[in-house]
């Protein structure tokens, strides 16, 4: 069983970062993936970015390229989010999660484990 707990969250004006965190505990494994997905008021789940444990390989959804990184310290089992030039459509609830796949993948559903959210609200 694998527990994901996510922080960082919180209030901040439009052009400001945020970091977010992602701390693992149970089986991580060095080969699966880890990604990060958002929900918007009224919208569904949508995939953000993803790193593999072994940090080789990153991908980023078109809407964050460029301002997000997805980063990961092995040593302490957490993955991180830095969020710069955040604008009001990036507001939602930031979710981690961890796949049992080796590969990338930008699918929900391939994710198996879940962390329980950490809310990110941008004011413009």
């Known amino acids: 069983q694998v527990q994901l707990v996510e922080s960082g969250g919180g209030l901040v004006q439009a052009g400001g970062s945020l970091r977010l965190s992602c701390a693992a505990s149970g089986r991580t494994f060095s080969l699966y993936v880890m990604g990060w997905f958002r929900q918007a008021p009224g919208k569904e789940r949508e995939f953000v970015a993803a790193?593999?444990?072994?940090?080789?390989?990153?991908y980023y959804a078109d809407s964050v390229k460029g301002r997000f990184t997805i980063s990961r310290d092995n040593a302490k089992n957490t993955v991180y989010l830095q969020m710069n030039s955040l604008n009001a459509e990036d507001t939602g609830v930031y979710y981690c999660?961890?796949?049992?796949?080796?590969?990338?993948?930008?699918?929900?559903?391939?994710?198996?484990?879940w962390g329980q959210g950490t809310q990110v609200t941008v004011s413009s």
């Open positions: 999660a961890q796949g049992t796949m080796s590969a990338i993948r930008t699918g929900q559903d391939e994710y198996r484990y």
């Open positions: 790193t593999r444990w072994s940090g080789d390989s990153t």
